[in-house]
Structure formats: structure tokens, C-alpha cells
């Protein structure tokens, strides 16, 4: 997506995880084990947040220490 702002950031990361939360739910009501569907929409979602915020494109920059 390219540098975003923070608030931007933050904001995506969130409706991520409450529309992955709310899938999660969803799920979990057709199955004996709610808790486990809550979990995976976490799950799910927190890796899309990261892929979706994540800067994979511009290098972080290294500290390079000499030795004297």
C-alpha cells in the first residue's frame, strides 16, 4: 500500500480485525467449539493486517558499527 501515515495504518489494522473477528464468529456458530472460531478470525486477521501494513518494498536501514 506505500507509507501511510500512522492514523491510516492504525485504522486499517483495526477494520481488519474486527471484520476477521466478525468472520470468526460467524464460523464458530456452526460448530461445537465457538472459541476456536474466534481464535482462527484473530488469527486470520492479524496476518492480513500485517500484510496488507507491512512495507515489504523499501529497505530498512542498517547501523553499521567500524571496529577500531
Do not use: N
Not at 456458530?29 to 484473530?42: E, F, K, R, T
Request: glycine share 12%; charged share 15%.
Amino acid at each position: 500500500m506505500g507509507p501511510l501515515p500512522q492514523l491510516h495504518r492504525f485504522l486499517i489494522a483495526a477494520v481488519v480485525l474486527v471484520l476477521s473477528l466478525g468472520v470468526g464468529l460467524w464460523l464458530a456458530s456452526y460448530h461445537d467449539l465457538p472459541l476456536a472460531g474466534v481464535g482462527v478470525g484473530l488469527g486470520v486477521g492479524c496476518l492480513i493486517a500485517y500484510l496488507l501494513i507491512h512495507d515489504f518494498h523499501r529497505p530498512r536501514s542498517v547501523r553499521v558499527t567500524r571496529r577500531r
